[in-house]
């Protein structure tokens, strides 16, 4: 232990698998805390860190939902917890149902803000008229709402990038330039007045993201980060914490603007003028936390004292995704070593390696999902896909 909890907070964290999840729980636990690790599947990585005190299986809540709330509040009972740490999209699911959540329990902490505010900036189309409205720089955008409106949008511009509204993790993307052009068809794409996509020019420079905890509004602990190493050129998986004050300003900007409470998460693309174009709005961890102290992030949450920004020069990654681009790609092996350099373990922290373990056992977690979608071919996106598709939302009404 790092050491002890000035109080012991009992925290349900829910979608244990992803790496952010995986860190979080271990430095809650590290730090005197009492987790209790929720995932709709046994064998997620984070409920097997030893930050966790016991773990829990629950439904998915993006297709059972009534079912994945019911198991939520049992858990809430059963255990006494005083916050509750949404870790993915799951977030939405319990947003929706906030009242139910809090009735009864004055002593739950519900880390996050409320379901109209979190749906105002995970829609890209609604953040970046956000965007806009508080003066922060963004990339002029068209939205499609049909196939021919998505045709003429990207003759807009001679290079152009588009997304799905509501779509995640790199996925739900096609464009004519960079290293993404070609992989989808614009054939395959159907937007509709209900998944409209979001079509802007395609602009070119250093990706950029940032994680903060926020408390009604302020900022109390932020990082910004590089990833010098990515996966399928879609996620980071080496992470580097850089010096940013535009991104403090921006995440301050946007917590007072939506008095935010709860993680909250930004990416940039910051363009060779020093411009950090605003890209899109995580509302929930990301890889952020994981350069910051298990006593910084434990203090953020539970005792927080004025605002921490983290170093630059911090470094993190997950090994067994580094490992398997030096396997897939043998002429990786010199610019993942270099990349990977300073760097520790998500998955493999010291005294805390069976999560490392279980990222192997839960490929189950994958073929459940290849079996339920009738998939028999693996894709760059499919691969990413199994880590949301039971967890994600989509902008579908939630009864």
């Not at 805390?33 to 064998?43: G, I, L, N, P, R």
């Not at 003429?152 to 990038?161: E, K």
């Not at 990082?223 to 990515?230: G, M, Q, V």
Request: aromatic content about 8%.
């Amino acid at each position: 232990m790092d050491g002890p909890a000035a109080s012991v907070e009992r925290v349900l964290a829910t979608t244990s698998r992803m790496p952010f999840a995986v860190d979080e729980i271990h430095k809650l636990g590290v730090t005197g805390h009492e987790v209790t690790a929720a995932d709709t599947f046994s064998a997620s990585p984070g409920s097997h860190s030893r930050g966790a005190h016991r773990h829990v299986e629950v439904p998915a809540p993006t297709q059972h939902t009534e079912e994945f709330l019911a198991a939520v509040i049992d858990t809430l009972d059963r255990f006494e917890i005083t916050w509750l740490l949404p870790m993915f999209e799951e977030v939405f699911y319990l947003a929706a149902h906030r009242d139910r959540l809090a009735a009864g329990r004055p002593d739950l902490e519900l880390f996050f803000p409320s379901f109209d505010v979190l749906a105002r900036v995970h829609d890209k189309v609604s953040f970046a008229g956000l965007c806009r409205d508080l003066g922060l720089p963004v990339a002029e955008s068209i939205t499609a709402t049909s196939a021919r409106e998505l045709r003429a949008a990207v003759r807009r511009w001679d290079a152009w990038f588009a997304r799905a509204a509501f779509g995640r993790g790199g996925l739900d993307v096609i464009t004519n330039s960079g290293p993404l052009a070609g992989e989808t068809d614009l054939d395959e794409i159907h937007p509709t007045p209900e998944d409209p996509w979001l079509v802007q020019e395609y602009l070119k420079g250093v990706d950029r993201c940032s994680w903060s905890v926020v408390h009604h509004g302020e900022v109390v602990l932020h990082s910004c980060y590089e990833h010098p190493l990515a996966i399928d050129n879609r996620g980071g998986i080496v992470f580097e914490s850089v010096e940013s004050p535009e991104s403090l300003a921006t995440a301050q900007t946007v917590a007072r603007a939506l008095n935010w409470h709860g993680q909250l998460s930004f990416d940039y693309l910051m363009t060779g003028d020093g411009v950090h174009h605003m890209v899109e709005c995580n509302p929930r961890p990301t890889a952020g936390c994981t350069v910051a102290t298990a006593e910084e992030f434990a203090t953020a949450l539970f005792d927080p004292a004025g605002l921490v920004v983290v170093p630059p020069g911090r470094k993190k990654m997950i090994t067994a995704a580094v490992l398997r681009d030096v396997l897939k790609h043998p002429g990786h092996l010199h610019t993942d070593l270099v990349a990977a350099r300073g760097a520790t373990g998500v998955y493999d922290q010291k005294g805390d390696r069976l999560p490392l373990l279980y990222s192997a056992l839960s490929l189950q977690h994958v073929l459940h999902y290849r079996r339920e979608l009738g998939i028999d071919r693996n894709t760059r996106e499919q691969l990413m896909a199994t880590q949301f598709f039971d967890v994600s939302w989509d902008g579908s009404a939630i009864v």
